[in-house]
Nanobody, 119 residues
Framework: QVQLVESGGGSVQPGGSLRLSCAASGIIFRINVMGWYRQAPGKPRELVAVITSGGSTNYVDFVKGRFTISRDNAGNTVYLQMNNLKPDDTAVYYC?????????????WGQGTQVTVSS
């Protein structure tokens, strides 16, 4: 019973920056992992970055050095700072949360926010 709401998408020029936010609400026991995925036209959804409750992060190679994922102290909001954006970054970006209840894993997805990088 977790809802995720993304914000911060938009249209920027190559080399520009955007900061995406994702806020979780609802009945939350514990969110272990939050992350960002994206889906470009004609492409499957792919992982962009994830962050665990312990602060460990992972990124897809294409965004390393340009994107930074972070999480607030409460662990219910995740951010994606996107710098030096490229046209190939154009996609719908989705927030994801995964959590555990008594040994069973669950996940929730946001509605997506459009990121467009073009001149």
């Amino acid at each position: 019973q977790v809802q995720l709401v993304e914000s911060g998408g938009g249209s920027v020029q190559p080399g520009g920056s955007l900061r995406l936010s994702c806020a979780a609400s609802g009945i939350i026991f514990r969110i272990n992992v939050m992350g960002w995925y994206r889906q470009a036209p004609g492409k499957p959804r792919e992982l962009v970055a994830v962050i665990t409750s312990g602060g460990s992060t992972n990124y897809v190679d294409f965004v390393k050095g340009r994107f930074t994922i972070s999480r607030d102290n409460a662990g219910n909001t995740v951010y994606l700072q996107m710098n030096n954006l490229k046209p190939d970054d154009t996609a719908v970006y989705y927030c994801n949360a995964r959590w555990e209840i008594l040994g069973s894993w669950y996940e929730s997805w946001g509605q997506g926010t459009q990121v467009t990088v073009s001149s």
